[in-house]
């Protein structure tokens, strides 16, 4: 349990990091989804599997997102027009996952 604590603070501050914003909140101690993707070899590394661990995590819609040197854009959407944002498959199965995962906690 120790470590998936560590993970999950780990998660938060790196999207805190991202978005700018100060208070999210661990939704559920579970791991909400993993993603496998493929990164392209690069110099002096190899091409190789990558797999992000994701936490579901909230955040106060009133509190201003501002972009890091780690954000290129921020925006605060529906669910139903993250789609048209982003249209990855990884994406597209958080945004399916997300109303029941919200409703459960």
Request: charged share 30%; proline share 7%; hydrophobic share 40%.
């Amino acid at each position: 349990e120790a470590e998936n604590q560590n993970l999950r603070n780990r998660a938060r501050r790196e999207a805190e990091e991202e978005s700018g914003l100060g208070g999210l909140r661990v939704v559920s101690p579970a791991i909400f989804d993993v993603d496998r993707h493929w990164i392209p070899e690069r110099p002096g590394q190899p091409g190789h599997f990558h797999h992000d661990l994701r936490f579901l995590l909230e955040g106060d819609p009133a509190e201003t997102l501002r972009l890091t040197h780690e954000s290129k854009a921020l925006a605060w959407v529906e669910l139903g027009a993250v789609a048209a944002l982003n249209p990855e498959e990884s994406i597209a199965r958080l945004v399916r996952k997300t109303p029941a995962a919200a409703g459960a906690a």
